[in-house]
């Protein structure tokens, strides 16, 4: 898959998608902010120890190069699960409800999805009207979040086979070693997901393929057409945060970037 890098001139670096050229979209990097320390640069998460001074004006970059008001550039509380909320009107950043997803038609907001190894989904409707953003962690993608975001797309006119769905950066399989309690945990629920675990390095791990479970779910679930971009947020220590690397590193502050999407100007 083709990535592109952003527009001309411009101190950020998102990665984008052909599958979604019908949105405005863009999976930031944690480059072309101005947090530093652990946060550097492009932190976009509220909920970080950053200072509010640094958010704002990362948020408000992002912001502008989706071409879209600050205060229209809109996130929830993140909590793993699988509620999905319809953002029609603004609300003030920081004060999002607790969901995992958000759709929208409105050509004047931006969905963002925070990450720091979880999968961020971007959807798009064929023409580019209707789009959402899901955070998909292990345990929001086994709940249905992927699913829930297609159900409230329909809701607002879009047709799943019309859909078209890219997991953005997230761990990869090499890197994310989990243990058999979440194995059995996802399997046990989903045995097709057994394809999705290899043998890992120590006995009784396994390495587990977030992204390609979730493209999975999502071409099982009927959409048009579903990628990963197939990016790996551990390895790539410039470009990205990684909560598993902080944890390997033994822990302190942590940075998040953020995945965004809004409707296409031209319906």
């Given at each position: 898959?083709?990535?592109?890098?952003?527009?001309?001139?411009?101190?950020?670096?998102?990665?984008?998608?052909?599958?979604?050229?019908?949105?405005?979209h863009g999976f930031f990097t944690r480059e072309g902010g101005v947090s530093t320390g652990p946060y550097a640069s492009l932190n976009c998460s509220t909920r970080s120890g950053d200072t509010p001074e640094n958010l704002t004006e990362n948020r408000a970059r992002v912001a502008q190069w989706m071409g879209v008001s600050a205060s229209s550039l809109l996130g929830v509380t993140q909590v793993h699960g699988a509620h999905v909320i319809t953002a029609q009107t603004p609300w003030p950043a920081g004060s999002g409800g607790e969901a995992d997803a958000?759709?929208?038609?409105?050509?004047?907001?931006?969905?963002?999805?925070?990450?720091?190894?979880c999968a961020p989904v971007l959807f798009a409707s064929t023409d580019g009207r209707v789009v959402g953003a899901a955070h998909a962690g292990w345990r929001g993608a086994l709940a249905g979040v992927l699913e829930a975001t297609l159900q409230a797309m329909q809701a607002l006119g879009a047709e799943t086979k019309d859909i078209q769905a890219v997991v953005g950066p997230c761990i990869a399989q090499e890197s994310y070693e989990t243990g058999e309690d979440m194995r059995s945990a996802i399997t046990s629920a989903y045995p097709q997901a057994a394809q999705f675990f290899a043998p890992g390095q120590r006995p009784g791990h396994f390495q587990f393929d977030l992204?390609?479970?979730?493209?999975?779910?999502?071409?099982h679930a009927g959409v048009g057409r579903a990628a990963a971009l197939g990016v790996d947020t551990l390895t790539d220590d410039k470009r990205?945060?990684?909560?598993?690397r902080r944890t390997l590193a033994g822990g302190g502050p942590i940075g998040h970037q953020i995945s965004v999407i809004a409707p296409g100007v031209n319906h």
């Open positions: 898959m083709t990535l592109d890098t952003g527009k001309n001139g411009s101190l950020l670096s998102p990665l984008t998608s052909p599958l979604l050229t019908q949105a405005r958000m759709v929208t038609t409105n050509p004047d907001i931006a969905l963002g999805t925070i990450t720091a190894d992204a390609g479970w979730c493209v999975f779910r999502l071409q990205f945060f990684s909560h598993r």
